[in-house]
C-alpha cells in the first residue's frame, strides 16, 4: 500500500524497470488550487456523501466570504455611517448610487441563499473525512435558528418591535427563565460551532473510514 499524490504520483527510475512509484513523504499535501477546490464543491453541490480534504472546505469557505460579503460590504458601512449621523443616505446619496448599493445588497443575499446547500454540504463532507457524522452540522444549524427563534417564542410581538439589539437584551431581564433558555442556547451555539472549527482545521484520515476512500492520501 502506498501514498501519493493524487494525479500526479512522484515516481524514481528503477535501473532496468523503468518508472516505479514510491510512497509519498510523510505529511505530504497533494496539490488542490482554489479554483479546483470551488469546482468540485460545485459539481457537488448538494452530495453530503464522500469526504472533502481541508483544501476543499476552506477554499470554498473563502469563496463563499468573497462572494457574499464583498457587495454587502459598501451598504453595511454606509448604513453604519447612516446611524451614526456622518452622513445622510436619503439625501446625501444619488437615486442611482442608492439603486447601486440596493442590487448589490440583493446580488449578496442571493448568494447566500444559492451557496447555503454547498457549504452545508461541503462542511459535512468534511466531517466525514475525519470520520465524524454529518448530524453535527444538522445539531448546529438547529442550535443556531433556536438560538433566534426562542426570545420571540418567550416575548411574542413584543420582542420584535424593540429594533435595538441592547433593549431586546434588557427585556431578558424581565424573566429569569428566558434569560437562563437564552443563555443555554448562546453558550451551545457557540461550543458547536468552536467544535466544529475544531473538527474542520483536523488532517483527513490517511486510509479509507466507513464514509469512503481518502481524497488526499490516494492508495495504489
Given at each position: 500500500?502506498?501514498?501519493?499524490?493524487?494525479?500526479?504520483?512522484?515516481?524514481?527510475?528503477?535501473?532496468?524497470?523503468?518508472?516505479?512509484?514510491?510512497?509519498?513523504?510523510?505529511?505530504?499535501l497533494p496539490k488542490?488550487?482554489?479554483?479546483?477546490?470551488?469546482?468540485?464543491?460545485?459539481?457537488?453541490?448538494?452530495?453530503?456523501?464522500?469526504?472533502?480534504?481541508?483544501?476543499?472546505?476552506?477554499?470554498?469557505?473563502?469563496?463563499?466570504?468573497?462572494?457574499?460579503?464583498?457587495?454587502?460590504?459598501?451598504?453595511?458601512?454606509?448604513?453604519?455611517?447612516?446611524?451614526?449621523?456622518?452622513?445622510?443616505?436619503?439625501?446625501?446619496?444619488?437615486?442611482?448610487?442608492?439603486?447601486?448599493?440596493?442590487?448589490?445588497?440583493?446580488?449578496?443575499?442571493?448568494?447566500?441563499?444559492?451557496?447555503?446547500?454547498?457549504?452545508?454540504?461541503?462542511?459535512?463532507?468534511?466531517?466525514?473525512?475525519?470520520?465524524?457524522?454529518?448530524w453535527w452540522v444538522?445539531?448546529?444549524?438547529?442550535?443556531?435558528?433556536?438560538?433566534?427563534?426562542?426570545?420571540?417564542?418567550?416575548?411574542?410581538?413584543?420582542?420584535?418591535?424593540?429594533?435595538?439589539?441592547?433593549?431586546?437584551?434588557?427585556?431578558?431581564?424581565?424573566?429569569?427563565?428566558?434569560?437562563?433558555?437564552?443563555?443555554?442556547?448562546?453558550?451551545?451555539?457557540?461550543?458547536?460551532?468552536?467544535?466544529?472549527?475544531?473538527?474542520?482545521?483536523?488532517?483527513?484520515?490517511?486510509?479509507?473510514?466507513?464514509?469512503?476512500?481518502?481524497?488526499?492520501?490516494?492508495?495504489?
Amino acid at each position: 500500500m502506498e501514498l501519493v499524490q493524487e494525479n500526479n504520483p512522484i515516481i524514481d527510475i528503477v535501473p532496468g524497470c523503468g518508472p516505479a512509484p514510491r510512497p509519498a513523504p510523510c505529511g505530504f499535501l497533494p496539490k488542490m488550487s482554489f479554483k479546483d477546490a470551488v469546482g468540485r464543491c460545485i459539481s457537488k453541490y448538494a452530495t453530503f456523501q464522500g469526504r472533502a480534504r481541508r483544501r476543499e472546505y476552506w477554499w470554498f469557505v473563502l469563496f463563499t466570504l468573497l462572494l457574499t460579503l464583498l457587495p454587502i460590504a459598501p451598504v453595511y458601512i454606509l448604513s453604519t455611517l447612516d446611524e451614526m449621523s456622518v452622513i445622510d443616505m436619503e439625501s446625501g446619496l444619488s437615486p442611482v448610487l442608492m439603486l447601486l448599493f440596493v442590487i448589490l445588497a440583493a446580488l449578496g443575499m442571493l448568494a447566500c441563499f444559492v451557496l447555503l446547500i454547498p457549504c452545508l454540504a461541503v462542511q459535512t463532507r468534511r466531517l466525514h473525512d475525519i470520520g465524524r457524522s454529518g448530524w453535527w452540522v444538522v445539531a448546529s444549524l438547529l442550535v443556531s435558528v433556536a438560538c433566534s427563534a426562542v426570545p420571540f417564542f418567550i416575548f411574542g410581538g413584543q420582542a420584535m418591535d424593540m429594533g435595538e439589539i441592547e433593549q431586546f437584551r434588557q427585556a431578558f431581564q424581565v424573566s429569569g427563565f428566558a434569560g437562563c433558555a437564552m443563555l443555554v442556547f448562546e453558550v451551545a451555539d457557540l461550543s458547536l460551532a468552536l467544535l466544529l472549527l475544531l473538527f474542520s482545521l483536523r488532517d483527513s484520515d490517511k486510509g479509507e473510514n466507513k464514509y469512503g476512500p481518502s481524497p488526499k492520501y490516494v492508495v495504489l
